[in-house]
């Protein structure tokens, strides 16, 4: 079955071992030149009503994806082990 990077775009990513909803995917990573997926992007949530940026995102790896459904992503997944850290902007 063939999945489209549209189609994975703005659903939301559940977490079903806790329940934690991890936010909604904005981008994917794809191994070339295969054009495998091989990660799904999701932001970390916002710091501060989002005054001082974001935490760090989750990088879930596909073999990690349970169920994809019209609306949401459920993915089983310790969220401590996918954090990837944010890069630091840096200020002129």
Partial sequence: MGVRVTDLRCKEVINVCDGLRLGFVTDVEVKLPEGQI??????????????FGRKDDFVIP???IR???DDIIL?????????????????P
């Avoid at 993915?75 to 200020?91: A, L």
């Fill in 38 to 51: 091989v990660a799904l992007v999701v932001p970390g949530p916002c710091r501060f009503f989002g005054l």
């Fill in 62 to 64: 596909w073999a990690c």
């Fill in 67 to 69: 169920r994809i459904g």
């Fill in 75 to 91: 993915v089983e997944i310790e969220p401590d082990k996918c954090r990837v850290p944010r890069p630091k902007r840096s200020w």
